[in-house]
């Protein structure tokens, strides 16, 4: 259907696709895996008309082709859907999807034209759309077969999707990967990039694996497993499930009791009571937007006391009422589940973000309590530049230019150089590479064992089973059940996660 | 390199205004060298030249740096006006009621008083936006009108000398007086009202640098500014920032009652402020919120605003409004930044850093 021959790209002195060769089989589903900075992405947007190859050429159906901008992509047959939405929050399904092809003459748009075809599509691949729905009322999963639509609509025979389920549910991932199947029956061909190795396997017909701007193989699914392919991404063994030491559990250092939480007109989180303790991972496991997030942030001081009822207590100190500031000074640490929004500051550079929440104490601060002591600052900076691994290692770069790996690996490294007696952790390698996860896991198993609480939400079901030593499962806002993450089993857990009691 | 970058934009800007304003001259019917010639060289002519520019840059410097504080914040301090209306007649007041004590004392007093006029008039919006959520753009606007008529008030109906036909306060007392540099530097004479207030300015851009860049309510209040999410999680109170900022710019913006009243007319003059509030905004923006910069783009309208006086005067045709014409065609191409960031960039000169 598609092939890349011999494509090379150059950003300035970095080389983002070199000499690269992907060739994608009509009517199948091809997965390109890499780590974040592979070049999967590039090599897809100069597919796309994005980027302007600097060698090589593109061929599709055989024939060599000029792709200059993504207008030529779509008149080929060539669809994208990208990891950010690209809707119109306020108008309905189908004018998002007539958007830049508006049916009709000159004067008049005909929109129920549209509809028509939008519906016959639609039910063709049993996407449950309905064109009149405003794009704000439909959830994320419903949003991404908009986008679908929209490649559909205009005919696209090739649909390449950048990270599709990162924004997904392990329901709605299900429900999405029987979408592709249909669309690969229908003769459509897929392409997908990922990082998610377990969802290659499950999809996909191909595998293309990059590393380093190259390729590095190419293998049936049906011949591989995750394992393989994740050596083949990483170049090494990589470690895939967590090995750790039995907890030795302490004192409770958090004790949560009946908290509810209103945000936004809504009870978040209803009734939740429980105990994290030292030397112990406590994981809660849920699908995303279960209260997990309002439940994190009101922990950390983050949601006005107003919103809240109910007990928080740190080491029987009741905290309920108190701010981030303070709860930071008594020891409480909080890695965020965005960390784009809350995490980093992402115009300073990596030096100014490695002092954020230290930024007014000793040792930053000298000099008449006022100053800071840049001395200091990049002391603090290159520690954990250097404990954490942070690629590239310069303080002085702006957090912005760094992968969601670093970046993600700047802020935990902050979070354990206050050596924290609790921590809070939220989604801890969400869109991080696999070799950094392995690095993130040992990390927070390391923090347990020297002593220090540890609560864990996660979305990746694999990541709190095998992390925690106790799991909890939310639903709606509540406790729907506590497991041994040991004995139970997916499937067990997952009910929890669906029906709650 | 990295401050070769910063310092390139605003110089294409400017370069590329003085072009559009050359063939505005030529199409005028006059030459533009000649014109250019008149406008720097008188303004940068010792003393009388450089002394106008250097006084004219003092208000300019005050709001620019005003503004620019605001911003550091994620702040748009549009009413600078108002707050420097506000503090020249607190300052003028407290000059014209202790008219009688000694300079030591009333000195410290006036720039006190203007400093806090500015501040109050600042924190409002500050609070408003700190505790309602109410945007400061709309607020500081309407503060602007507020603040002008209500001196207005007290100007015509308590503080006007009794018969006097001008709009002004009576006159402070000498103790209030602000000492012209005429009297430090050999060759500038008195009778230009370049005073201390111009030292003042550039103390104040060097001590907003370091309030800025190197204290911890600085980085307090740029974290706020870049993200306040993320801020909030360091632990900094988002509100208490919004209002310290915008307390900062006011009382910045309430040190030009100084220069104005203090070092220039020794009395409230009404209506005195040449828009030093709103042109502030576009200083701190050719600046690139930065001291530095602001100095630099606080001198570059100061040419213009005293160069354009021979222009007026010696050219066939082309009248001082070519300084408006300049002013504006500078704002226009710095706020053109990101279209320019497209053709420029395949110089590799405005390229943001890509890792």
New interface residues.
Partial sequence: MIELRNITKR??D?IANDQINIKVEPGTIHAIVGENGAGKSTAMRIAYGFYKADEGEILVEGQAREIATPHDAIALGIGMVHQHFMLVDTMTVAENIVLGAEPGNAVALDLAAASVEIRKLSEEFKLAVNPNAVIEHLSVGQQQRVELLKALYRHARLLILDEPTAVLTPQEVEEFFAILRRMREQGKTVVIITHKLAEVLAISDEVTVMRDGKVVGRVQTSETNAAELARMMVGREVLLRVEKPEANPGSAELSVQNLSIVSKGAKRVDDVSFEVRKGEILGIAGVEGNGQTELIEAL?G?ISPSQLSGKILFEDRDITKE??????ELGIA?I?EDRH????????DLA?NA???V??RKP??SYAG???DSMAIRQRANDIIQGFDVR?ANPD??AR??SGGNQQKLIIGREFKVEPKLLLVSQPTRGVDIGAIEFIHRKLVSLRDAGCAVLLVSAELEEVTSLSDRLLIIHEGRIAGEVDPKVATIEEIGLLMTRGH | MKLLRELLFPLIAVVAAFIVGGILILIIGDNPIETYRLLFGSALSWPVGIGYTLFYATPLIFTGLAVMVAFRCGLLNIGAEGQLYIAAFATAWVGITFANLSPWLLIPMCFVAAIVGGGVWGAIPGILKARFGSHEVINTIMLNFLAVALVSYFIQYHYKAPGDPIMQSVPIGWGAHVARLGKFVPGLPQFIPLNLAFILALVCAGLVYIFLWRTKWGYELRSTGTNPSAAEYGGISVRKQIIIAMTISGSLAGMVGINEVLGHRYRYYDGFSDNYGFTGIAVALLGRNHPVGVIISALLFAILQRGGIPVDAFTTHVTKDIVQVLQGTIILFVAAEAFFRGPFAQWGLLKRSKV
Avoid: K, T, W
């Fill in positions: 950003f300035g970095v950390a983050l701010g981030a500031r303070l709860r930071r909080h965020p929004r809350r995490g980093l500051l992402l115009e300073f100014e002092i954020l929440g930024h007014y930053i601060v006022v100053l800071l590239p770069l702006p230019s760094l």
